[in-house]
């Protein structure tokens, strides 16, 4: 099968699969509502950066009035996936990665669920400098992302823990050990700390993370 993304999923099949793969993804957009609730913005300028099959949009849309989205993914397909799931005339997209937006006081919601671990250092941290830049004063960032423990013997425990879960959700043992493997090879995930780092050098000052599972961590970041 030819990959239309950078995921272990093709588009058509990813709604349907990733929980099979992420523990708890259906709980990354309840947390993220729960964090956009609480800023109290009256309208809603919402850029979705690696938006994928725009699960998080067909959610929102329903849960928040006065909300308009601009949807972000390096991949044609999942972009064309998301067009027909939403079928809504507020929302725009464009087909690039966080790394090349260029938008300035634009937002004052800026969200990447599940996207940037399949960049390089210098791509995120050029990313994460354009995502401050596309901030509106006072606006949020919330992150969802791998991560990886600065131990190896707790990595290597963590991703056998992980690879348990997914033998639990129908994968093959083989199936589990090969995504496994796609770690620090396929994509590329950091520390917390380095997280947090890249945060503070692109001129984020309140940084919190405000939900960790396996080796997932939602956090937030306010201009």
């Given at each position: 099968?030819?990959?239309d ?54 959610k929102a ?14 991949s ?40 940037h ?92 993370v ?14």
């Open positions: 099968m030819i990959k993304n950078s995921t272990t999923l093709n588009a058509k099949q990813y709604d349907n699969a990733i929980s099979n793969t992420l523990p708890y993804y259906m709980d990354f957009f309840e947390q993220t509502f729960e964090v956009v609730e609480q800023c109290g913005f009256e309208l809603l300028d919402w850029l979705d950066l690696g938006c994928g099959t725009g699960s998080l949009e067909e849309l329903k849960r928040f009035d006065d909300i308009h989205f601009v949807l972000v993914d390096p044609s397909e999942m972009l064309h996936v998301a067009k027909k799931k939403l079928k809504n005339e507020d929302v725009q997209y464009l087909n690039c990665g966080s790394d090349s937006i260029d938008f300035n006081d634009c937002f004052n919601v800026v969200t990447a669920i599940q996207s671990h399949y960049m390089k250092e210098q791509e995120r941290v050029k990313a994460t400098k354009n995502i401050f830049n596309a901030l509106k004063d006072g606006g949020i960032y919330i992150c969802f992302e791998n991560v990886i423990p600065a131990d190896e013997s707790v990595k290597n425990f963590e991703l056998a823990r992980w690879g348990r879960y997914q033998i639990r959700h129908g994968k093959t043992e083989l199936e589990a050990k090969k995504h496994n493997a796609r770690c620090g090879v396929k994509y590329y995930p950091i520390t917390v700390d380095m997280h947090k780092d890249i945060l503070r050098k692109a001129g984020f000052k309140n940084i919190h405000f939900w960790y599972s396996y080796m997932q961590m939602g956090i937030y970041a306010i201009k």
